[in-house]
């Protein structure tokens, strides 16, 4: 279960998505992901989770981010290869 703390710094950051970065990124970085770093603001770009996580450790040592696929509900989907058609149907009318 989340911290309270974690959970803070995953509201800031989704409002700083929200409001600053989502229509911008989804134009143009869609499939990738981008760290927030909620305390000043900062976002990281990477075409994977690692990347724009590290991008965003070595701008901000000991402070935590939060990562975000852009233009995705989730960042990862944990499953089997047997869930993806399911999975994927149900993603088309997002």
């Keep these: ?40 603001g900062d976002h990281f770009l990477g075409g994977t989770l690692s990347e724009a996580g590290a991008a965003a450790r070595r701008a901000h040592p000991g402070r935590q981010s939060f990562i975000v696929r852009i233009g995705q509900k989730a960042a990862v989907h944990i499953g089997t290869a047997n869930d993806w058609p399911r999975w994927r149907k149900n993603c088309s009318s997002l």
């Design 1 to 40: 279960m989340p911290s309270h703390d974690a959970n803070q710094i995953a509201d800031r950051a989704e409002r700083i998505y929200d409001q600053r970065l989502r229509a911008t990124l989804e134009k143009t970085h869609a499939g990738q992901y981008v760290a927030i770093e909620p305390e000043s």
